[in-house]
């Protein structure tokens, strides 16, 4: 009844955003257009209420996000073609207003209402973790998708094999609704157990390795568990994903043929030079090397890595090493944005995440640790990862980004003369 009430009392814009805000984990699936979408309609609605939103001018993360949008516009300057830098950076504008309409909602309306957003997303990521499993057991989704690489689970999203990073992305909010909910510790563990071979059985072997440790930091830091009982569920996990990668020809050959040389003498070298992400990163630091202050500019790596100047028969993939980008998010600020921008990038991430933790220590709020943790997880460097700056990556980022600092209270403070 009082959820009932609280949305009596919300008016209708507001309730319509806090549907879109319950379905953007849907919006990601739809795609790009979707997504962008999204983030450009919450960003009007700010913008159109801009006269009641000038608390924004007195967050420091606002002055943090504006920080880091101006690197990148200094970046364009510099980028060797503007007009393909230019779209991504103006973008980031955008997403700053996204981030703090977010906030405004999170702050106006009361704890119960907001959870309503919270089970949306729930549910969402339960359905997809049970299409994950019947796509692995019929070899299609409940929807007839069938990935396009063996080993590799597609779900949902069709030819784009990106369901890790979703599952990596929401994991933590689906916990955190579990512990609200005041679950029994026996139902948790289990879903942790569910949720780490889900993740495993996806074959997205870094999304699987940030999602493990996410779930290890956040699990430590918030359930009180008898560490007999920790250490039995770890054993049953290992035992389960051993007994997968025994059963499954395309899982040993993912999760052990592919990578059996990192445990060689000098293994991680060795298996730079014999993978295509090698061949992306010697790239990126090539890159870097001819372009070090500014990098060659954002969304350019694409271009850039087919010069011929790059091919290095020493990495057995020096042919594919053309992409999108580096599938690393340092090497990609490396190359594109030069020591310039990868500084500035650095100090934008580690002071959001500083003030972010200070302001749990304080909330104690379970979402506001996962948005943390998942942040943290995901600008771990050597792990490869997707682009930064594209609309999926970027997409699920900045949502967790608005998640943290909307618990975030502290404000710069003007002294009047």
Not at 181 to 197: A, E, P
């Amino acid at each position: 009844m009082r959820i009932k009430n609280n949305l009596i009392a919300t008016n209708t814009p507001d309730f319509i955003f806090l549907f879109l805000l319950s379905t953007f984990p849907l919006a990601l699936i739809l795609g790009n257009f979707f997504i962008n979408l999204f983030i450009f309609l919450f960003s009007i609605n700010f913008l159109i209420n801009f006269k009641k939103n000038k608390f924004i001018f007195k967050e420091i993360i606002f002055y943090l996000l504006v920080f880091f949008f101006i690197s990148l516009l200094i970046n364009v300057f510099f980028s060797i073609d503007p007009e393909n830098s230019l779209p991504r950076v103006i973008k980031i504008f955008f997403v700053i207003f996204f981030i703090f309409e977010i906030k405004r909602l999170t702050q106006k309306y009361e704890e119960n209402f907001k959870k309503y957003v919270y089970k949306s997303w729930f549910i969402i990521f339960l359905i997809i973790s049970i299409d994950i499993l019947f796509e692995t057991i019929f070899g299609y989704n409940m929807i007839g998708n069938r990935s396009i690489m063996p080993g590799r689970i597609s779900s949902f999203f069709g030819d784009e094999l990106v369901v890790g990073a979703f599952y990596h992305g929401f994991v933590l909010f689906f916990l955190s609704f579990l512990i609200f909910k005041k679950t029994k510790n026996y139902v948790v563990i289990f879903s942790i157990i569910f949720i780490l071979v889900i993740s495993f059985l996806i074959g997205e072997r870094s999304n699987f390795i940030k999602l493990f440790l996410a779930i290890t930091i956040f699990t430590s830091l918030v359930l009180r568990i008898n560490y007999k009982i920790k250490l039995t569920g770890l054993l049953a996990i290992f035992l389960i994903l051993l007994g997968i990668i025994n059963l499954s020809d395309s899982y040993n050959k993912r999760y052990f043929g592919e990578i059996k040389t990192l445990f060689s003498i000098n293994g991680y070298k060795n298996y730079m030079k014999k993978s295509q992400h090698g061949a992306h990163r010697y790239t990126s630091m090539k890159i870097l090397e001819d372009n070090l202050i500014f990098g060659i500019g954002i969304k350019n790596f694409r271009f850039e890595s087919a010069n011929t100047k790059y091919e290095n028969k020493e990495y057995v993939k020096t042919d594919l090493r053309q992409a999108n980008h580096p599938h690393q998010i340092h090497h990609e600020f490396l190359s594109e944005t030069g020591i310039f921008g990868y500084i500035t990038f650095l100090i934008f991430i580690f002071s959001t995440l500083y003030f972010g933790f200070k302001s749990y220590l304080q909330s104690k709020n379970l979402y506001q640790l996962s948005a943390i943790i998942f942040m943290f997880t995901s600008v771990l460097p050597i792990i490869p990862s997707g682009s930064f700056l594209s609309s999926f990556t970027s997409g699920i980022f900045w949502l967790n980004f608005a998640v943290m600092v909307s618990f975030v209270k502290t404000k710069l403070t003007f002294n009047k003369s």
